[in-house]
Nanobody, 126 residues
Framework: QLDLVESGGGLVQPGGSLRLSCVAF????????IGWFRQAPGQEREGVMC????????NYADSVKGRFTISRDNAKKTVYLQMNNLKPDDTGVYSC???????????????????WGQGTQVTVSS
């Protein structure tokens, strides 16, 4: 059974940074793509970024371009989301999920991913 556990969220002021971690338990991530997603209160889940087996990044949210970066460390079975210059609109629960293929889909659909983690809360507020 594959479990994904997110961490690194918290309360940060606008302009601040956070690095989220998504750790896999019970499975290696080497051959799969992993995505980060977020859900704000009262909103639908939104795709943020995805990283392929080879490290190629796919961005699903225009609002994070130039501010967020996704990376992976297969030896640690961990995928990171580095978030810089955070804005109040970035507030939400951030989750990771695995896709059973090596590449990231060009568009985000919840059905393309599985083994969702519980999420970590990110709050951007002064």
């Amino acid at each position: 059974q594959l479990d994904l556990v997110e961490s690194g969220g918290g309360l940060v002021q606008p302009g601040g940074s956070l690095r989220l971690s998504c750790v896999a338990f019970g499975y290696r991530l080497d051959y799969y793509s992993i995505g980060w997603f977020r859900q704000a209160p009262g909103q639908e889940r939104e795709g943020v970024m995805c990283i392929s087996e080879s490290g190629d990044m796919t961005n699903y949210a225009d609002s994070v371009k130039g501010r967020f970066t996704i990376s992976r460390d297969n030896a640690k079975k961990t995928v990171y989301l580095q978030m810089n210059n955070l804005k109040p609109d970035d507030t939400g629960v951030y989750s990771c999920a695995i896709r059973g293929f090596s590449d990231c889909p060009s568009t985000f659909r919840t059905a393309y991913f599985g083994s969702w983690g519980q999420g970590t809360q990110v709050t951007v507020s002064s």
